[in-house]
């Protein structure tokens, strides 16, 4: 076997989980997740020979994953909407009355999960890049193939949505939306 599949080898599994928790934050599915981790690594691996000569191969990787889940954003199936009735809410363990500290960041994060999925794409991708990769605004222009005052504008708007959607009162709506 080659040195070169070896490098590939021993990069993929040095950064795989954060690959997968970078394009979970993305995109918000799991399985979606892994498929664009998948899409990104076979685009790596293809590269390989001359990324692997890179000095900063995780910037091509983030790159290449991002611009996965922007053409994943871009198909036609992603565009159908379907519609549920809200579940109930659970009861907490132990009781309405009892409730965890662990629970309590459960919602929050679920909360936070459920924020950045009402996004647009380029503005979650921004949040994403800049406080969950620490991206500097520069590094995240690169990586997003746009301007700087472009990724600050973006943080702004994003930032800006997000504290008017967690202001709002909590409306109990007929369906939920799931574009996937």
Request: charged fraction near 30%; charge should be positive.
């Amino acid at each position: 076997m080659s040195a070169d599949v070896e490098g590939y080898r021993e990069y993929v599994t040095a950064r795989l989980d954060p690959l997968r928790r970078t394009a979970y934050l993305l995109c918000g599915d799991w399985h979606t997740a892994d498929d664009l981790v998948s899409t990104a690594l076979v685009k790596l691996l293809r590269h390989w020979r001359r990324v692997s000569r890179m000095d900063n191969i995780d910037a091509y990787v983030r790159r290449t994953l991002l611009r996965a889940w922007l053409d994943e954003r871009r198909r036609p199936w992603r565009r159908e909407a379907s519609w549920a009735q809200v579940p109930d809410v659970p009861v907490p363990a132990g009781g309405a009355n009892r409730v965890t500290e662990g629970s309590d960041q459960t919602v929050d994060r679920l909360a936070i999960l459920a924020l950045l999925a009402e996004l647009p794409p380029r503005r979650r991708a921004v949040l994403v890049l800049r406080f969950f990769c620490d991206l500097s605004v520069e590094e995240t222009a690169e990586e997003m193939g746009c301007s700087p005052g472009t990724v600050k504008s973006q943080t702004a708007r994003a930032i800006e949505s997000l504290r008017a959607r967690l202001a709002r009162p909590a409306v109990v709506s007929e369906g939920v939306r799931n574009d996937g």
